[in-house]
């Protein structure tokens, strides 16, 4: 194998630099020549946007600064390739474009729409018998990829909502002398609710942990969700809250689409989601006179590099180094996924046919859901704990964390 080429697709993760990391070094230890990366991911590929990451990473400080880097540092894009019919003209563009790099082998790091890319040039080298392979690497902070165990990005995104809310609940209880504070916390995830579960991790001996968590898998009611408000703050000195973005009523509307239904879709199809915590915090004012905050962590939960989970950073690498691996053995059209171990946490990598993995979401197990209570069960607990574990610290220079910068 010649040259190679790696690109980051949809919303970054604090740790998707790091799979570059680990496809650029085990492409070297292969004896790999060139290491591409694709600027903003298959659209500015279809620009012959690319970038030696030699000019980068030949450079051990680099390294450890990639590592540390928040965003995708090879730009991302959320771009849907056409299907193959009808549209050869797109797809002879891409493999031209390869040839002329001589680019043996393209790698993408992405959740399940970006899955897509990978499966859609694989089954096209497969029909008109191009030697390039593709192989995909795992990354989303929804963690909603089916077969591997977890994705890269996870356990980060919710060693961050863990920490934040532990501050959070600290500084509502400040006050509520009288009557207490209604903090409702909004947390990514989409349609699948594995990273607002994250918020029950927040309990441990030093916090009491959040009044109650829903998620997009257990239908929204909003008069039980007042009730259930109005009966803790009869109770409690503070209340927070957390709420996935993605929860919906039983007749399938977005909360936070209550107030108003006109929302952009990207590439993909999604609709963009945001609000509910802000829409239900005006709602519990109105109907209780009390105090409320709404927080939306937003991409604060997908950025923050300064608290990243070691085990996920190792892990972002460690899938990168198997795609490469893949991928000179011969092997396309699949994804690396994270196997774990019985006993004391630990993982391997193994790898999956993508059709069995693009667009394709992954929900929470029902019966890890305590839905009476509006909480997560040990199960879960025991299934997420682990993954946030470790910590890398950034390299700071006059008070401040430095980042790796594409020129
Ligand atoms: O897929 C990752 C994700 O962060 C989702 O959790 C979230 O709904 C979405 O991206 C937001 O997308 P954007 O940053 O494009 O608005």
Partial sequence: MKNIIVGQSGGPTAVINSSVVGVYEEAKKLGIEKVYGMVHGIEGFLNDNIIDLDSYLNDKDNIELLKRTPSAFLGSCRYKLPKIEGNEEVYEKIFKILDKHKIDALFYIGGNDSMDTIKMLSDYAKEHNKSQKFMGIPKTIDNDLPITDHCPGYGSAAKYIATSLKEIIR???????????????????????????????????????????????????????????????????????????????????????????????????????????????????????????????????????????????????????????????????????????????????????????????????????DIKNNQLKKEYIEYAKPLINGELLPIFKDGLPVHLIRK
């Fill in 171 to 369: 500084d509502n209880a400040s006050f509520g002398v009288v009557k207490p504070t209604i903090c409702i916390v909004e947390i990514m995830g989409r349609h699948a609710g594995w990273l607002t579960a994250a918020a029950s991790l927040a309990k441990d001996d030093t916090c009491e942990g959040v009044d109650a968590i829903y998620l997009p898998e257990v239908d929204f009611d909003l008069d039980k969700f007042v009730s259930k408000v109005k009966d803790l703050a009869s109770k409690k000195s503070s209340v927070v809250i957390a709420v996935s973005e993605g929860i919906k009523t039983s007749d399938g509307k977005f909360v936070c689409e209550l107030n108003s239904s006109d929302r952009k879709l990207d590439a993909f199809g999604h609709k963009q989601l945001s609000g509910c915590a802000s829409t239900l915090a005006n709602i519990i004012a109105n109907k209780t006179g009390l105090k409320t905050r709404a927080i939306e962590f937003s991409t604060l939960q997908r950025a923050a590099t300064h608290l990243a989970s070691l085990t996920d950073i190792k892990e972002a690498i460690m899938v990168g180094k198997r795609a490469v691996k893949e991928a000179v053995k011969g092997n396309t059209g699949m994804m690396v996924t994270i196997k774990r171990k019985n006993g004391k946490y630990s993982s391997t990598t193994d790898i999956y046919d993508i059709h069995n993995i693009a667009n394709i979401e992954k929900k929470i197990p029902i019966e890890w859901i």
